[in-house]
Structure formats: structure tokens, C-alpha cells
């Protein structure tokens, strides 16, 4: 494996560190741009660090000056105006250009399952997604028209030890050692897909360089797949609650009492998902799940526990899950 030039763009956040650690450890020489403000994941002493706004085209530019490397992998666009800028600031400038979009772009709800790079991208519910694919078709269209060597890759939900799966993080958590009943949307049993960023960094990291990625479309989950239920259990069980109280509202109840969770519940994980990842296993073979949930669960638990500046419970929050469980047990 020769050694490339990879730039981060991001590479502080749950789903990016991970991959700058394991390319620094393969060898590769790698930059990371962001605002060089995390102190919960911090970079590896090998790893350059470039201050910018990555939002800001002026500041992204005078950082960057006309520097050019192997791989740029953009973790810190959502929009296809800052897409846009993208292909203006790297066009001649990189071999390859890596997006980084949201499985939350394919059809929502599924029509069959697994999905694949091959179902239609369409999430009528969430405008980030909306947004995400709009940022796709900008670079189809780039690498159609004009060769920009872009690759997109559709991470779905991907955690590390700091992001709780759960629709109420840290506050489910406090409710369930203190007895209190946890909303779970649904019924419990849909199937939901979750990754570890050390997972995600073997795929993702195996893609960059690789001359049969450019021009294509990549998911990079896991096959791992639990319920809901079973999600929530395992965080108790690592929580020490061996039998916590979960209360079933339909999510479309729950969107509505908490309008600020709603299009991602409603437009994302109230929907089994599941997804087939052998197009990215033709290229990197080494990739799959290695840590499943319970495993998972437990790292997280021994994280906050030894950070109780994150045991934040929102209490706007945990009335509205105080009204919703009683709402549902009174019917």
C-alpha cells in the first residue's frame, strides 16, 4: 500500500475520528481542517492540523492555499452550495474527493429490503436529506459532465462511545436507574442498523486511494441489526438495570409532542433498515461489524460514567416522555 496524501475536512466528529486515526496508522500522511475545538476526541500526534471554518470559503481557501493532495474526504458539507464551492476549490487539485452523505437519502420508507447503492434516493420527511441528495446530484452531474473525481459514501447511523443510540441519550439513561418508564417509538421490534465508527473507519479509510471508488456510490454500514427493544435493553444492562420499563407510542405521536426529534425519527428510524454491503466489500474485504450494540452499550456506559459533566438530563425532554408513557399506559 503506497502512501497518500489525505485531507479531513472535519475529522474531530463521531463518525470522522476513528477514520483519521486508523489512515495515520496505515501510514498515510494525513491534514485535518476544522475549528480545532474538540477536547473529547483529539488527534493523533502525527496528524497535521489546519484551523479554518470549514464553512467558510475565504478562511478554507487562505488555509489551504494551493496545497494539493490525494484524497479530500468532506465530512462538513450539507448543503450543495457548499458542495458547489467544493468542485471550484479541488478540481485539478485531488485525485479523488469523497462525500460524505447519509443512508437517511434513500427511500424512505423502503420498499424492499436490504437496501442497496441501487434504491431510489427519496426522504420526503427530513429536509437534511433532502438536502444531502441534492448534494449527490450536484456531483453526478460533476463527475458526468466534467470528470470531477468525486465518490459518495451513505454512513447510516454510526456511533462511538460519547452518542447514545436512543431517541433521548442521556436522558433515557437517568430514567431508567432512576425506574422511570423509557419511550421507544414503534412497537419495539423494527429492525435498525447500527455501526461503530472503528467498524466504519476499515471501510471508509479502504475506499480512499482506490482508483475503482472514484465515480461511485458506497453505504458503509454494518450487518448488524437489532430491534429497538433490544437496543434499549443493552443500554440498561450496561447502565445496571436489568429490567427496565419500555413503554411503546407510535412515532408518529412522539413527532408530534417533540416536533425537534420528529423528522429524524419520522423520517428515518422509525423504519426497519437493514442493508446488503457487498459493493463495498468488493473493494474492501476486510470490512464488517466486529463490535455489535452490547458490546457498544457497555463502552458508552463506562465513558459517561466517567464523565459526569455529560450526564446532562434535558428537562423538557424527560417531561414530555413523562406525559407520552402516561398517555400510552391510561389507553
Not at 20 to 46: E, I, M, Q
Not at 275 to 298: C, H, N, Q
Request: glycine share 10%; proline share 6%.
Amino acid at each position: 500500500m503506497s502512501s497518500k496524501s489525505i485531507l479531513f475536512i472535519g475529522g474531530s466528529g463521531i463518525i470522522s475520528h476513528a477514520s483519521v486515526a486508523r489512515a495515520a496508522r496505515l501510514g498515510h500522511r494525513v491534514t485535518v481542517l476544522n475549528r480545532g475545538l474538540s477536547s473529547t476526541r483529539r488527534l493523533p500526534a502525527d496528524v497535521e492540523n489546519l484551523v479554518a471554518d470549514a464553512s467558510d470559503a475565504g478562511a478554507v481557501a487562505e488555509a489551504l492555499g494551493g496545497r494539493e493532495f490525494d484524497v479530500v474526504a468532506q465530512f462538513r458539507a450539507f448543503g450543495p452550495e457548499h458542495v458547489a464551492r467544493d468542485v471550484a476549490q479541488f478540481a485539478g487539485r485531488t485525485g479523488q474527493y469523497v462525500f460524505i452523505s447519509s443512508a437517511s437519502a434513500y427511500q424512505t420508507p423502503p420498499s424492499r429490503l436490504p437496501v442497496r447503492e441501487s434504491t431510489p434516493l427519496r426522504n420526503p420527511f427530513w429536509q437534511y436529506s433532502r438536502d444531502k441528495i441534492a448534494c449527490e446530484d450536484l456531483l453526478v452531474r460533476e463527475y458526468r459532465d466534467n470528470g470531477f473525481p468525486a465518490t459518495i459514501v451513505r454512513p447510516s447511523h454510526t456511533y462511538d462511545r460519547t452518542l447514545l443510540p436512543t431517541s433521548g441519550g442521556w436522558t433515557d439513561v437517568a430514567r431508567m436507574r432512576t425506574g422511570k418508564p423509557v419511550v421507544v417509538h414503534g412497537d419495539g421490534t423494527s429492525l435498525w442498523t447500527l455501526t461503530h465508527t472503528e467498524d466504519f473507519a476499515v471501510g471508509f479509510v479502504g475506499l480512499l486511494g482506490h482508483p475503482l471508488a472514484v465515480g461511485d456510490t458506497f453505504h458503509i454500514t454494518g450487518t448488524h441489526a437489532p430491534t429497538w427493544d433490544q437496543i434499549y435493553t443493552w443500554l440498561a444492562e450496561a447502565a445496571g438495570v436489568p429490567s427496565p420499563d419500555l413503554v411503546h407510542v407510535a412515532s408518529e405521536t412522539i413527532a408530534r409532542v417533540l416536533p425537534e426529534i420528529g423528522p429524524g425519527l419520522v423520517g428515518d428510524k422509525a423504519h426497519s433498515l437493514v442493508f446488503d454491503i457487498s459493493k463495498v466489500r468488493t473493494l474492501v474485504p476486510e470490512f464488517g461489524t466486529t463490535i455489535t450494540y452490547d458490546i457498544g452499550a457497555a463502552e458508552q456506559m463506562s465513558w459517561f460514567d466517567a464523565h459526569p459533566e455529560a450526564q446532562v438530563v434535558d428537562a423538557g425532554l424527560d417531561a414530555a416522555f413523562d406525559r407520552l408513557a402516561g398517555h400510552a399506559r391510561a389507553l
